[in-house]
């Protein structure tokens, strides 16, 4: 049987290379860069632990710590602290601790009387058209009152997606909201039924999910998968063809061509644009290319406890526009898991940049350190400067689901219809947390199996363990 290619060595290309080899299906993961790990990379110097990219897992699936376990990280794996749980918003220039209960949404100074009062008109409001592509903004306005969105989504939406509310789509970037609209009519009352739902599907919601990370990171996770897979994976291979070939594909990287019987593209919207494929079933992807992917920056900053009078008791602050500050949030990094700094020192990780200000983004590191310096003197009361400072930069970040992304993400479904043997799975289409990019990954090994089993192209039988994909 000829391997599987996967295209991208990121976490959804070496989750679903390590499920297709554990099936007994031979892999092959092109991987254009020196590294594994996509946006994954930790950084460990001078005792402070800084993620460049995400700093943890939401473990929304059963697939998650299923994966852990296969990959023998059990005793690695670290589950964020609960007395971190607290969620700030910033409001009038000082961050402010989100309610955890009815109760407590009561008596929050978060949201003006009026806006508490306009909440209790949500059940009542009429469902949007199920087929339009309305925006987080006008959806939010719609449904809970301007200053919900102001002060709140707009915050979040900064946090997730380091975009902007008027220009992403809600059925395409949280399309669980969506679907509760439309399911019941009202948000208030779905979230209570979709509780029950969840339950029945062994899923867990985002906001409920507990946060994982492992001792030295979560670059354990993808070194390992790496380490797993070994020669399966080439480094330094950017695929510069895939053409049809009889019932399989043929690659060409490096130069060299190779057959494979099923390809996998898991790596970006943009390379997907620009990749060359000699297929006449396929469509044009020329489309992804307009996927907006705007500069984000990290700026992890290391100080004295006693530098930083809030108690960072918590998971980190979001920050809206509306509030005037330079930075898109912060992670209190060292609150959350153990290991992140050394005694009597705390990690902060800020974000910079995005949809909302691409061009601080692109600031120099010391200049960027400066400014992230100044919000949190202000957010936090920190007084000197940082005992550690570490940057790093994405020039295309996160991909924007837009209004209009619904008509890309047709366009990869129908490739996948005409083009039997070609998958497309990754965070440009099946959601951009790393739970969902794992999750997707073993969905989409789960359809490459079925599709060889069609083909009569796998004698490999299916694991105990593996009976899920």
Known sequence: ????????GGITGLTAAWRLSRHGIPVTIYEASDRTGGVIRTVRQDGFLAECGPNSILETSPKIPALIKELGLDSRRLYSDPAAENRYLVRNGRPIAMPGSPGGFLTTRLFSTRAKLRLLREPFIGRGPADREESIAEFVTRRLGREFLDHAIDALVAGVYAGEPARLSVKEAFPKLHALEQKHGSLIVGQVLGARERK???EVSK?????????EGLQVLTDTLHAALGRDVQLGSPVELVSASGNGW?????GQSREHSAVLYAGTAGGLARLRIADHRLPSFAPLAQ???????SVVLGFRREQVAHPLNGFGMLIPRVEGFNILGTIFSSSLFPGRAPEGHVTLTSYVGGARQPELALRDPDSLADLT?????KLLGITGRPVFQHHCLYRQAIPQYNVGFGAIRELMKRA????PGFFLAGHYRNGISLGDSIVAADDVAGRIIRHLSSQGDSESHTPANLAAA
């Open 416 to 419: 996948e219809l005409t083009s």
């Open 291 to 297: 996927v907006e992917h705007p500069p984000v920056a």
């Open 373 to 377: 310096l100044h919000d949190l003197h």
């Open 1 to 8: 049987m000829r391997s599987v290619a996967v295209i991208g």
């Open 200 to 202: 029945r599907r062994a």
């Open 250 to 254: 043929r690659i060409l990287s490096n």
């Open 207 to 215: 906001q409920a999910a507990k946060k994982l990370s492992f001792d």
